[in-house]
């Protein structure tokens, strides 16, 4: 009947299991089975666009991202940069990966009618997460620098209009190694290498859409009060001598490789020897080039 398999649907949907008639006398009565799971629909991505109204949407009106691949030496950025009285740089705070969904249907058409949709939802909440952060730091400005950022650098820069844009680089074999000695029983050199290079390419796409400061970690080591005020200098900022002597700061040091005890001693001091052009994987070549550091 009609209302029986009303009924049994229901429960299907709602408890995963449906009941089916029970067998003849003498045979085996049927089993309750669970209802097939139904798969998860694909969410689909929300077309992006800047704030509305951007004095009212935007808590923080320049939030600075550091673009960067792995293993550039973004840590050691970051904790010099935290020391500065002005400038709030917390731990890799991954916002691009808070979303945000409606339970029903009513729930989307009331944000329709004011004007938002999803991706716009989820940029008040990034940005809530940064005000959050900056105002009991009780600094000015706040610093992320996670590196997987890389990937989404345009709807950063459309979530934030104001946003300002560091962009750290290191010689790509260097990278790569530090990226294979950091997990060696996770990625051959070869898969570490090929694995780095997709930040290196997204980091590319970045410098090359958004305006913005190139550092290279070489020079920052090299020279990190040139470097340091360059970078205050770009951030509207007043020089500040802590930038080089930044204390012990509140990083997670494991797996932090070949700068671990740069940040562990408080000071900044030169990096690792370049390699030479024969260590260079060939998958590296072309994008030593572009950055130039291969001629």
Same mark, same amino acid.
């Given at each position: 009947?009609?209302?029986?398999?009303?009924?049994?649907?229901?429960?299907?949907?709602?408890?995963?299991?449906?009941?089916?008639?029970?067998?003849?006398?003498?045979?085996?009565?049927?089993?309750?089975?669970?209802?097939?799971?139904?798969?998860?629909?694909?969410?689909?991505?929300?077309?992006?666009?800047?704030?509305?109204?951007?004095?009212?949407?935007?808590?923080?009106?320049?939030?600075?991202?550091?673009?960067?691949?792995?293993?550039?030496?973004?840590?050691?950025?970051?904790?010099?940069?935290?020391?500065?009285?002005?400038?709030?740089?917390?731990?890799?705070?991954?916002?691009?990966?808070?979303?945000?969904?409606?339970?029903?249907?009513?729930?989307?058409?009331?944000?329709?009618?004011?004007?938002?949709?999803?991706?716009?939802?989820?940029?008040?909440?990034?940005?809530?997460?940064?005000?959050?952060?900056?105002?009991?730091?009780?600094?000015?400005?706040?610093?992320?620098?996670?590196?997987?950022?890389?990937?989404?650098?345009?709807?950063?820069?459309?979530?934030?209009?104001?946003?300002?844009?560091?962009?750290?680089?290191?010689?790509?074999?260097?990278?790569?190694?530090?990226?294979?000695?950091?997990?060696?029983?996770?990625?051959?050199?070869?898969?570490?290498?090929?694995?780095?290079?997709?930040?290196?390419?997204?980091?590319?796409?970045?410098?090359?859409?958004?305006?913005?400061?190139?550092?290279?970690?070489?020079?920052?080591?090299?020279?990190?009060?040139? @470097?340091?005020?360059?970078?205050?200098?770009?951030l509207k900022v007043p020089w500040a001598?802590?930038?080089?002597?930044?204390?012990?700061?509140?990083?997670?040091?494991?797996?932090?490789?070949?700068?671990?005890?740069? @940040?562990?001693?408080?000071?900044?001091?030169?990096?690792?020897?370049?390699?030479?052009?024969?260590? @260079?994987?060939?998958?590296?070549?072309?994008?030593?080039?572009?950055?130039?550091?291969?001629?």
């Amino acid at each position: 009947m009609k209302w029986q398999r009303t009924i049994n649907g229901a429960l299907a949907r709602y408890t995963g299991f449906q009941v089916n008639r029970v067998g003849k006398a003498g045979q085996a009565a049927t089993s309750v089975k669970p209802a097939a799971a139904k798969a998860p629909e694909k969410r689909q991505d929300t077309p992006f666009r800047p704030p509305a109204d951007p004095a009212t949407d935007r808590l923080v009106p320049e939030p600075v991202f550091i673009i960067s691949p792995v293993r550039s030496g973004s840590t050691l950025l970051r904790a010099m940069l935290n020391a500065h009285p002005d400038l709030h740089a917390p731990h890799e705070l991954h916002v691009r990966r808070l979303r945000v969904e409606f339970d029903t249907s009513l729930a989307e058409k009331a944000m329709e009618a004011l004007g938002h949709n999803r991706a716009d939802l989820e940029h008040l909440l990034w940005d809530r997460v940064l005000h959050r952060e900056l105002v009991r730091s009780g600094k000015r400005f706040i610093v992320e620098k996670t590196p997987a950022n890389a990937f989404a650098y345009e709807r950063l820069a459309a979530c934030w209009p104001g946003a300002r844009f560091v962009f750290l680089l290191r010689h790509p074999a260097s990278i790569a190694a530090s990226w294979h000695e950091a997990s060696p029983g996770k990625r051959t050199p070869a898969e570490a290498a090929a694995d780095a290079l997709r930040y290196m390419k997204a980091v590319q796409r970045a410098r090359t859409a958004l305006p913005g400061l190139t550092v290279r970690y070489e020079e920052l080591t090299a020279d990190p009060e040139r @470097i340091g005020r360059g970078i205050c200098e770009f951030l509207k900022v007043p020089w500040a001598p802590e930038l080089l002597s930044y204390g012990t700061p509140d990083v997670v040091t494991k797996g932090l490789g070949d700068w671990k005890d740069k @940040i562990r001693s408080g000071t900044v001091q030169r990096g690792r020897d370049l390699p030479s052009p024969d260590q @260079i994987p060939d998958v590296l070549k072309d994008m030593c080039r572009t950055w130039e550091y291969l001629t």
